[in-house]
């Protein structure tokens, strides 16, 4: 199977294609991909949503393409349609910037790109009808495919050296170390399969050369007592981690998948300081529960029942959870005293970053499904990260 098909959405440079209405994003996304992957239309409005497609790109590999809508659009449904983009900035790690068409509006998108900090290339489409492309533009022309190599090398010059080279692990497993993996196979854990968490962190432990012993919280024991000395890291599902903590050994090293997650996606420091507004929390307080995917939550799910009740058990009934999963983050945080956000496995690190800069902004701690679990059972200073 093709690189595109298997390779995760966090884990693939997402692009997205700005532009005014009927400039050519959607040809360029279709020059860009080498198949039509966009409706294209001389009618100016064709794009109403953010149309996303994973694709492969020669010199820069797995990436998502997001065609938007135009950012110009007057129709009665235009302001829904450019919050769509606005939405789209939040993960994109480039974006293409189609010039030419409406430039006071092109002018203060390319302010906004630059206020995100947000790398950017300027583009000409419709090349074939003798437009002037500036010195700091790459011009195309979609309609003879033509200048799809020269965009693509532009975009790769773009893309940061080390893109996609985080360690998941950050140094916590060496070779020939024994990792043991408690993963409770309970209601939550999909019937036949991993999730995607504890695949990751299978497979990045054996590109380190170290030895992944996979169990359960109820075999955990057995499993201590088969190996000589201590296991070099243990790696459980936060859900169990006071459970875990207590069988391990004194002296061994502990982080939970979630944990691991929020180093690798998030800002791991700014988790574990806004951790401390949990302990601040009094009846009548309102926490955000940030879920990256959307589920059917069931009777043991981790973040819309177990984070709560540990909550309300230890700071008393009366504070108030509202949940939001997916793309739905709200954009006014002021209401919440703590935002916890989940592993984000399903998201890509700017994203994730985006609205640690958003809480940051709005003076609203944000943590981590997992660093909340160890604090509320009083372990936080036990873990590694």
């Known amino acids: 199977m093709e690189r595109y098909q298997t390779t995760d959405a966090g884990h693939r440079l997402h692009i997205v294609i700005l532009g005014a209405c009927n400039s050519g994003k959607s040809s360029v996304a279709n020059l860009l991909t080498g198949e039509s992957t966009s409706l294209v239309s001389d009618v100016a409005g064709t794009t109403t949503d953010a149309v996303s497609r994973a694709v492969e790109l020669p010199g820069i590999g797995a990436a998502v393409i997001t065609d938007t809508a135009g950012f110009d659009d007057d129709t009665e449904l235009g302001a829904s349609r450019i919050q769509l983009t606005e939405r789209s900035l939040e993960r994109a790690d480039v974006a293409l910037l189609l010039i030419g068409e409406n430039k006071e509006v092109e002018t203060r998108w390319q302010l906004r790109l630059k206020e995100r900090k947000l790398p950017m290339v300027r583009v000409v489409n ?13 011009g195309v022309s979609a309609l003879r495919k033509e200048g799809r190599a020269r965009l693509n090398e532009a975009i790769a010059s773009l893309i940061p050296a080390d893109f996609g080279e985080a ?7 060496h070779r020939g170390d024994n990792v043991i ?8 854990a999909p019937k036949g399969r991993l999730i995607m968490p504890q695949v990751q962190t299978i497979r990045a432990i054996l590109d380190k050369g170290g030895n992944a ?4 919280p109820e075999e955990l024991p057995g499993i201590l007592a088969s190996i000589n000395g201590l296991p070099d890291l243990v790696i459980t599902d936060s859900q169990v981690f006071r459970r875990v903590s207590e069988v391990i050994p ?8 979630s944990v691991l997650m929020a180093a690798y996606k998030g800002d791991i420091d700014y988790f574990v300081e806004s951790s401390e507004a949990i302990g601040t929390l009094r009846p009548g307080d309102r926490i955000l529960i940030a879920e990256a995917c959307a589920h059917a939550p069931g009777s043991e799910d981790i973040g819309r029942v177990k984070i709560p009740a540990l909550i309300n058990k230890q700071y008393g009934p009366g504070i108030e959870v509202d949940i ?4 739905d983050f709200p954009k006014d945080l002021a209401p919440y005293r703590v935002v916890i956000h989940c592993g984000a496995c399903m998201f890509n690190r700017r994203l994730v970053l985006s609205r640690v800069e958003e809480a940051r902004r709005q003076g609203v701690p944000m943590t981590n499904y997992g660093i909340a679990i160890a604090r509320l059972t009083g372990i936080l200073g036990k873990i590694v990260y």
């Open 126 to 138: 419709k090349c074939d009808l003798g437009r002037d492309v500036p010195e700091d533009a790459i």
């Open 167 to 173: 360690d998941l692990l950050r140094g916590l497993v």
């Open 181 to 188: 993996l408690v993963m409770p196979q309970d209601s939550q």
């Open 213 to 216: 012993l996979c169990t359960t």
């Open 250 to 257: 004194e002296g061994c090293r502990l982080t939970s998948f």
């Open 324 to 327: 939001k999963s997916g793309r």
